[in-house]
């Protein structure tokens, strides 16, 4: 970073720490932190793409943010509608402007922290590491991922449209009760498993570009059951991820900005059709709303202030909330209740049982959020964990690269950076731990049936 740069830096957090001591209740005010927030989003996401790449993990993480908060304050932005206002099952709500201001506030200090974070870290990682040599195709992890999703297949489809036929049926309970209601017998989800794991050896063994389409295709064929349920978020995260992956180990992009433009809005109106028919409504073209869905779909952006107003509230506050992802699963409760609440200290559980106790005790929430998270570490707080996600999506694109288990468990972790906005800040830990076990377990049942010679078989 040049001297231009750092004062450029400077002058610019100092402009934010004395902005916050400026917010009040005034509508205008208010505009022009909505205009700063759309206005620090689209620069970071115009630099991303020219800088970093199309499908780059930074500029799909603000992908990510875009659809599920600042979408929703661009709508307001452009609209002149009045972003104070929000009404959804668990109830409708008027917001102050200064409550309003200050969830702005945090948006931009987050989004402008981990963009020049990212930015100069990039620029150090990309001459540092610009001579090392990536990982190649590794024919024993393709046929450890091939015979596992070829002989799991039929369960992981079994399991998927138990899945699909009980969730139609009863939704709300399986939500409510979790593990005591699930569909799926425990030892059937166990088996599951290995025709995922079968799919994260496939990546992790760099195929080429036609064996990872296969596979892909036969991976997306399982899951088509929970996406059918209007699960938006697996079948975006999925998409992007693949498209992400061909950028990183093939170089290059599937699709050029503006086939990206297009495709991005036929996946908006995909979406809104999910939610359609998750609701149970009838479908008409007359319901496809780009404004409509950016609106519904940035409800992730009211966590914020409903926190704000409502954090005083929360009855069981165990533990900072930016915890929640390395210890809450670890515990065994599951599903929504008050013995669950004595364990699990979520934001999406926590929050939503302080905002509406009748609306999460009959099975729904609105999710989590990263921002949220944070934010409840502090306004230091803020700025540390501002600038460690930056260094959490370097790290792993070090690792992955010049690490076997980092491509391995890829999917999962970028589809968690891509969804943070939505979800947990970081990654869960028991999932990466159980991920980590299945992995060691079938690379040493690998090696002990192929021998080290790594032939293939098939």
């Known amino acids: 970073m040049n001297n231009n740069s750092i004062i450029t830096m400077i002058l610019v957090i100092s402009f934010f720490i004395i902005e916050r001591f400026f917010l009040n209740n005034d509508a ?59 009404e959804r099952g668990f109830g409708y709500f008027c917001f102050s402007y200064h409550t309003i201001q200050l969830s702005l506030w945090i948006y931009s200090l987050f989004i402008f922290i981990s963009f020049v974070t990212y930015s100069q870290l990039y620029n150090r990682s990309k001459r540092k590491f610009a001579n090392i040599v990536s990982l190649q195709y590794n024919p ?21 449209y138990l899945y699909f036929a009980a969730f139609s049926a009863n939704r709300v309970e399986i939500f409510l009760y979790g593990n005591m209601a699930n569909p799926v017998p425990s030892w059937l989800r166990f088996l599951s498993t290995f025709f995922e794991v079968g799919y994260y050896f496939i ?17 997306f064929v399982v899951i088509i059951p ?45 979406f809104q059709v999910m939610e359609i028919m998750r609701d149970g409504g ?17 409800v992730s952006f009211y966590i914020l202030p409903l926190y704000i107003d409502n954090i005083g509230q929360i009855q069981y506050y165990l533990y900072p909330f930016i915890l929640y992802p390395i210890l809450g699963g670890f515990s065994n409760y599951t599903g929504q209740s008050i ?41 230091v707080g803020l700025f540390f964990f501002s600038i460690f996600f930056a260094y959490m999506l370097v790290f792993f694109e070090k690792k992955f690269r010049t690490n076997r288990f980092y491509c391995f468990a890829c999917l999962f972790l970028v589809s968690h950076f891509v969804l943070s906005a939505r979800g947990s800040y970081f990654p869960q830990i028991y999932g990466l731990v ?14 002990l049936f192929w021998g080290y010679g790594h032939k293939r078989i098939f």
């Open 28 to 86: 205008l005010l208010t505009r022009f932190l909505e205009f700063q927030v759309v206005f620090i989003w689209f620069f970071s996401l115009y630099y991303s793409i020219k800088k970093f790449g199309l499908f780059s993990l930074y500029t799909l993480c603000l992908v990510g943010i875009f659809l599920f908060s600042v979408g929703a304050i661009f709508h307001f932005l452009i609209s002149g509608d009045d972003i104070r206002h929000l």
């Open 140 to 160: 024993l992890y393709f046929n450890i991922g091939k015979l596992l999703m070829l002989f799991f297949f039929a369960i992981q489809l079994y399991k998927g």
């Open 203 to 219: 990546l992790a063994s760099i195929p080429n570009e036609k064996e990872l389409k296969k596979y892909t295709l036969l991976y």
């Open 226 to 270: 929970e996406i059918m349920l209007g699960n938006r978020s697996m079948f975006g995260a999925f998409i992007l991820f693949y498209l992400w992956y061909n950028y990183v180990y093939y170089g290059k992009s599937v699709v050029k900005v503006n086939n990206a433009i297009i495709l991005g809005l036929i996946m908006l109106v995909i």
């Open 282 to 298: 009838d479908f008409s073209l007359s319901s496809i709303s780009l404004t409509k869905f950016l609106v519904s779909q940035g």
């Open 339 to 379: 013995e669950a609440l004595n364990y699990k200290c979520g934001v999406g559980h926590q929050l939503m049982y302080t905002v509406n106790p009748n609306y999460y005790l009959s099975g729904a929430s609105f999710g989590s959020s990263s921002i949220v998270e944070i934010y409840d570490t502090g306004v």
């Open 434 to 447: 159980k991920l980590f076990i299945f992995y060691k377990f079938m690379l040493w049942g690998g090696k």
